[in-house]
């Protein structure tokens, strides 16, 4: 290279960051569906608000397990930014949450699904913050 040559540098495409980060909040939801479905037929699909406690404990733990999961799959999937790729399954949250919410027939009360919704999503931006915790030790 010469001084007169031009330095070209080939821009960051933009389009494959987002797909990455779309991507890794798709699969993260996927995850969190099949573990919640899989958990909850096997529960038999219960009210937990009428549930004795060890039920509602069960239905606990799928939905704390299934949201570091999907968390923390849209985490490891998303490579140099764990925490924003596990923000990415937040939406597709919070569409699944407001049909429940609005759209479907409930089997408990509103603001005992709204306390569930809130707690996978939290349990899902936990999954991130594992991964990256658990890659800054490393």
Same mark, same amino acid.
């Given at each position: 290279m010469t /001084?007169?040559?031009?330095?070209i540098i080939r821009p960051r495409a933009r389009w494959l960051v987002f797909l990455r980060l779309a991507g890794a909040g798709t699969f993260g939801y996927a995850a969190i569906v099949? !573990?919640?479905s899989l958990g909850f037929g096997? !529960?038999?699909n219960p009210s937990f608000y009428d549930a004795d406690w060890a039920l509602r404990a069960k239905?606990?733990?799928v939905s704390l397990l299934s949201g570091l999961t999907g968390g923390g799959l849209a985490a490891l999937l998303g490579g140099p930014r764990p925490f924003r790729h596990a923000l990415a399954v937040v939406p597709w949250l919070?569409?699944?949450s407001t049909y429940v !919410?609005?759209?479907s027939a409930r089997k408990d009360p509103f603001w005992f699904e709204l /306390?569930?919704?809130?707690? !996978?999503?939290g349990a899902t931006l936990a999954g991130g913050l594992l991964v990256r915790q658990f890659?800054?030790?490393r």
């Open positions: /001084v007169s040559e031009p330095l099949l !573990l919640t096997a !529960l038999g239905g606990f733990l919070m569409i699944d !919410l609005f759209f /306390v569930a919704a809130l707690g !996978l999503i890659r800054q030790v």
